[in-house]
């Protein structure tokens, strides 16, 4: 019976043991007998990284921290183990960075060309890229830092709400309650000015709308213009206008060449009638003077009279000669 | 004279306390006193061990299990959607490991250990076999209460080792059957912030509990008086000591040992 006690007794608390040390295995991802490729990186600070914190390479969890201790100069040397399989990108470095906004942290490896171009962390890189065989190692900030600057912000909003409570006494709000009444006074003129304005506004914008109107009317009667002349264009219309224009300036032309001849003529027939009324003039004269036959004919009535009974002879001699034409007129054809 | 009589209430109720206190003193003297009896107490230690602790292991599974499960459900419940759902690994391992184990297991333990302890121990102090023990020169401490003491204080962390496995694996279960949750997600919580301090954590104020519940197990039945009556309260007794103290001493090593712990 005591066996028996025994032999149960040890064999839970083996198996206690088993489950708990497999368990603590598991949950450490703890490799048991690997071989593990091995490389020191230094950094000023390590922020939350820790022994276990994993190590990872373009994404991919690779290896962990295996441990982190002070060294001179004020560095922080931390030794991390990588699967044999894997390889360092070319010049590597290692950047401490949380994994997530939850606190946790990974180091990333990485090659010098994929760090982020931020200062500090180039300053942070340069400096301690001067540890020979050790590699550069890098801190990002965390949610903590870049929380602080938030509360350091905070802080000074925080102090200047504190000037403005300082700011803001008695005094000062009633300045601002006057302030406030001549701006409301100020609204209100302002809302009757605008009032007014607006039915200024109402006749103004009806003379812009029937010009508008207008405008949209000649418009259309341009387009209506435009229409038919592109279509007279279309048809040849336009170049038979402007033949016949220059027909026209030719037939012009040729006609004011003929006026001019017109006119040299009408110069010398003016020159002739100018001589034949001198001439003219001096017959007049004579025969206002009596002289020549016109004159005696003019200047004597007995003359007159002769020849006026001699008309009245003839009008009843063709009188006569129309009542019997056979007295006067025989004719004869054989 | 109403004043003196307060005064003597309060000197009376200081003198029992006292009393108490030094006669747990004693008692523990005592018990320390019998490790050097090996003869005595290491024949019988196993067989309380298999008692207490082998034959605890499936109430404290029980508990582990719908412990995982409804832990996991809880944290799942609890996590809004900035909290990413692989956390609940994390809670529940957290929690499991260094908290929940322990503790419902060591008060699970208190009722079902302390008050068989006090119960076997108060019968046969009234039934004054302890007595005869001693007229046949065994010490009681080393026969009787030793070999308890140690069993708890050795099974208890068994059992709660055993509990914290049962306790993350019905959790990873539950999440992967009941929730959006896949098994490589819950492990990446669970791995996120585990530390081998969380079991030695768990495991050392388990034996603390299998410690404290099977002493005062012990010291409640070897002080048991006035028949079955007196039995009854010594059991009754234990289990609400043992109650209280699981829980002062939870207290004590989260202030000893968490408080400015950086992890």
């Not at chain 1, 708990?20 to 990284?49: C, E, H, L, P, Y």
């Not at chain 1, 200047?160 to 609204?187: C, K, P, W, Y």
């Not at chain 2, 030094?22 to 019998?34: E, I, L, M, P, Y």
């Not at chain 2, 388990?206 to 404290?212: D, I, K, L, Y």
Request: proline fraction near 3%; charge should be positive.
């Amino acid at each position: 019976m005591k066996r028996a006690n025994d032999f149960v007794v040890g064999l839970t608390i083996l198996g206690a043991i088993v489950a708990i040390a497999a368990g603590i295995v598991f949950m450490k991802q703890a490799d048991i007998g690997q071989r593990k490729t091995q490389f020191i990186a230094r950094f000023r600070d390590v922020g939350s990284a820790r022994p276990g914190t994993p190590v990872v390479i373009r994404g991919v969890r690779s290896g962990r921290i295996e441990s982190m201790a002070l060294a001179d100069g004020g560095w922080v040397e931390v030794r991390m183990s990588l699967d044999p399989a894997v390889r360092l990108p070319e010049n590597p470095v290692v950047l401490l960075n949380e994994a997530s906004v939850f606190g946790e942290w990974q180091a990333t490896v990485l090659g010098r060309d994929g760090v982020p171009r931020d200062a500090d962390v180039q300053r942070q890189l340069a400096d301690a890229a001067q540890g020979g065989t050790v590699l550069p190692g890098a801190t990002l900030p965390d949610i903590a830092k870049l929380t602080a600057v938030a509360g350091r912000i905070a802080g000074d909003v925080a102090s200047v709400a504190e000037r403005f409570e300082v700011a803001f006494d008695d005094r000062a709000a009633t300045e601002l309650r006057g302030s406030i009444r001549n701006f409301s006074d100020l609204s209100s003129v302002l809302a009757r000015t605008v009032r007014e304005q607006s039915r200024n506004l109402d006749s103004v914008s009806g003379d812009v709308r029937a010009g508008v109107q207008s405008l949209a009317h000649a418009a259309g009667q341009l387009e209506r213009v435009v229409t038919r002349f592109d279509s007279s264009t279309s048809r040849g219309e336009v170049d038979k206008v402007v033949s016949d224009a220059a027909d026209a300036a030719r037939q012009l032309r040729q006609a004011s060449r003929n006026l001019l001849t017109i006119s040299e003529q009408v110069g010398k027939s003016q020159e002739r009638l100018h001589s034949f009324i001198v001439g003219s003039d001096s017959i007049v004269t004579r025969i206002n003077r009596g002289q020549g036959s016109l004159g005696l004919l003019v200047n004597d009535s007995s003359l007159y009279r002769n020849t006026d009974s001699l008309l009245k002879e003839f009008r009843s001699f063709l009188a006569d000669l129309q009542r019997n034409p056979k007295r006067y007129i025989q004719v004869r054809i054989f | 004279m109403r004043s003196r009589a307060l005064i003597e209430s309060l000197g009376r109720y200081a003198n029992a306390a006292v009393e108490g206190l030094g006669r747990t003193g004693r008692f523990a003297a005592d018990t320390g006193r019998a490790v050097v009896d090996v003869g005595t107490w290491a024949p019988v230690a196993t067989f309380h061990a298999r008692t207490l602790g082998v034959g605890s292991l499936p109430i404290a599974s029980y508990i582990a299990m719908f412990t995982g499960v409804v832990l996991a459900l809880l944290a799942s419940y609890a996590f809004t959607r900035a909290v990413p759902l692989y956390f609940v690994g994390t809670l529940v391992q957290k929690t499991i490991t260094m908290e929940l184990a322990p503790v419902l297991t060591g008060l699970a333990l208190a009722g079902r250990v302390g008050a068989k302890i006090a119960a076997e121990l108060g019968t046969m102090k009234v039934t004054e076999q302890i007595d005869a023990l001693e007229t046949l020169t065994y010490d009681p401490f080393a026969y009787l209460v030793l070999p308890r003491v140690l069993a708890g204080t050795v099974m208890f962390p068994v059992v709660v080792g055993i509990a914290m496995v049962v306790g993350i694996g019905a959790g990873w279960l539950a999440s992967v059957a009941l929730l959006d949750l896949t098994t490589v997600e819950f492990f990446k919580g669970a791995r996120l912030f585990f530390l081998g301090f969380d079991v030695e954590y768990g495991l050392v104020k388990s034996a603390s509990f299998g410690a404290v519940v099977t002493f005062i197990g012990c010291r409640e039945g070897m002080l048991a008086r006035g028949g079955a009556e007196g039995v009854g309260q010594a059991a009754t007794r234990t289990v609400v000591y043992s109650a209280v103290m699981i829980l002062v001493l939870d207290a004590f090593w989260a202030v000893v040992w968490l408080l400015g712990r950086q992890t």
